[in-house]
């Protein structure tokens, strides 16, 4: 449970509280161990959208949960209003990517922006020197002898159905110097326990199973509303073989992702998937299934938490939160990119999704999908060069 801080002469912690088991339990543990903790709870959504978040994390419900376990626990409890960059920096990140043809994971976009970015100000305020977030990953502050400073370490949740770890890769290592994860070495059941044996009302309250701010998982009708608040509508187009066959039409390469087989047209005699969007020409390219097998992609926008390998390395590669991970060749390229041969195909590697780098439970690195090279297809050629399809 020791967080094992590099400045243990400021015992002051802000923990982002969502109103959920889990950082509630992080604040008593911290409590427990002699942390002066502060709650802070951010206010995402807009007052007059507030309604349509009722029961998401950043919703008035979950303010109100928050508030009750910090006055259950004797801590301070505040409230920020993050509604503005949580638009611009997470909701308008979600629509864009998928404008672009690509899936996005806001996730990953809030803890760097939000969590671990404009939270700072209000930790920083109050005289804090770490923020504290009921993430289900470990992180070491000390060496292994004991002795303090050195790059902190971010580590696998001992939970693997719970672990967080990829969500957190592209935190920054003085972000990373400055956080603690106390949940880190429990598993859910032991965390509910905790909570039901303090009294809290939220021990047994359900995990959010969706991105926070999509309402029903309807994201269809979420980027509906949000285009037109924009001026913006759907990008229509055609559904394409990789031969450049037209199978049909589509009403926007929106409601398209890697990987899918719903929405599709038939008539073909084994099922298809979609193996790629192009949105320049709103082009979603259809495919079998073994048209999703990736021998080949690159990241850009890596962030590296060791030095980053300039000749090939063996790391273990995760390209989605619930992928396992799988062995592949990895090397640094020049812009913060990298090349990642895996060595076995991997199905449905998606553009905009991370590839998160590990060194057995140890994250040490990651970047955001981009170009891909499949094994369907010779030596070298990737979709990119399918795309110059003559029109239908």
Not at 23 to 38: F, M, P, Q, T
Not at 83 to 109: H, K
Not at 202 to 221: M, R
Request: proline share 6%; with cysteine.
């Amino acid at each position: 449970m020791n967080p094992n801080s590099p400045h243990p002469e400021n015992r002051r912690v802000v923990v982002g509280m969502s109103g959920g088991v889990d950082s509630s339990v992080a604040a008593w543990l911290l409590k427990e161990e002699g942390w002066e903790v502060i709650g802070v709870t951010m206010k995402l959504w807009p007052q007059d959208c507030m309604t349509r978040a009722e029961d998401k994390c950043c919703g008035p419900q979950a303010i109100a949960d928050a508030r009750n376990v910090a006055n259950t626990l004797g801590i301070p409890h505040y409230v920020i209003d993050e509604a503005v960059p949580f638009e611009r920096l997470v909701i308008d990140y979600f629509a864009d990517e998928y404008r672009a043809g690509r899936t996005p994971n806001p996730c990953v976009m809030c803890n760097e922006k939000l969590k671990f970015g404009n939270l700072w100000d209000k930790a920083t305020a109050l005289g804090a020197a770490y923020i504290a977030t009921g993430h289900y990953a470990s992180i070491e502050h000390v060496r292994a002898d004991n002795s303090v400073g050195g790059a902190p370490i971010l580590r696998k949740g001992l939970d693997p159905r719970k672990d967080q770890s990829y969500f957190l890769f592209s935190l920054r290592d003085e972000q990373l110097s400055r956080a603690l994860f106390p949940l880190g070495s429990l598993t859910k059941e032991e965390i509910r326990g905790i909570a039901r044996n303090l009294g809290l009302k939220v021990a047994d309250k359900e995990d959010s199973q969706e991105i926070c701010f999509v309402p029903g998982k309807d994201y269809k009708a979420f980027l509906k509303d949000r285009f037109e608040d924009r001026g913006e509508s759907f990008q229509p187009g055609g559904f394409y073989d990789l031969d450049g066959n037209h199978l049909g039409n589509h009403e926007g390469i929106e409601f398209f992702t890697i990987g899918q087989r719903k929405g599709l047209p038939g008539g073909a005699p084994t099922p298809r998937y979609v193996i790629d969007i192009d949105a320049s020409s709103g082009r979603v390219i259809l495919g079998s299934e073994g048209d999703l097998l990736c021998e080949q992609f690159t990241v850009n926008r890596t962030n590296w938490h060791v030095e980053a390998p300039a000749t090939p390395r063996h790391i273990q590669v995760k390209v989605r939160h619930g992928h396992t991970g799988d062995l592949a060749e990895v090397v640094a390229g020049e812009n913060d990119t990298a090349i990642i041969r895996p060595l076995k195909p991997l199905r449905a590697v998606t553009p905009g999704q991370a590839a998160v780098f590990y060194d057995g439970d140890r994250v040490i690195g990651g970047g955001w999908i981009a170009n891909r090279t499949f094994s369907s297809k010779p030596q070298g050629e990737t979709l990119a060069a399918k795309r110059s399809f003559q029109e239908v």
